[in-house]
């Protein structure tokens, strides 16, 4: 097990929670599209960064295949959230490193969201917002 395994244990149970709280949401509150910031940013952004953490920095730390699987299962589950909460079911099959990759580019964790999931459209406007661009 890497350094990672406890905090990568407690966002898999965190985003597990999170996405039974969103399945059995009856009157919307959890669904609503306000909802979908903190899935993105304070669930799965958290997942995928703390991936760039591990492969950043000149220290490439190696994930066992349960820490890597748990890891992917957290962000898609929140990425499964965050659709939710506009509306689409989906099942998320995306892999945390693809996820990275587009966090690197974009360094905007909206963008990553819609350009994995497509949405919201592109046209909804609101990807690209620039008060969720990563600090450095």
């Not at 979908?36 to 669930?43: T, V």
Request: proline content about 3%; glycine content about 8%; aromatic content about 8%.
């Amino acid at each position: 097990m890497s350094r990672y395994g406890s905090r990568i244990a407690a966002l898999e149970r965190r985003a597990e929670r999170d996405r039974t709280a969103v399945e059995r949401a009856i009157d919307g509150t959890a669904t609503a599209p306000d909802a979908a910031e903190s899935y993105l940013r304070d669930g799965a952004g958290q997942a995928i960064w703390l991936y760039v953490e591990a492969r950043t920095g000149g220290r490439l730390v190696p994930f066992s295949p349960f820490e890597l699987t748990a890891l992917e299962r957290a962000m898609n589950c929140w990425l499964e959230c965050y659709t939710r909460c506009y509306g689409v079911e989906l099942e998320a099959e995306f892999t945390v490193r693809e996820a990275a990759e587009l966090l690197v580019q974009t360094r905007n964790v909206d963008d990553v969201g819609q350009l994995l999931t497509g949405v919201p459209s592109r046209d909804h406007g609101a990807a690209g917002d620039s008060q969720h661009r990563l600090e450095q």
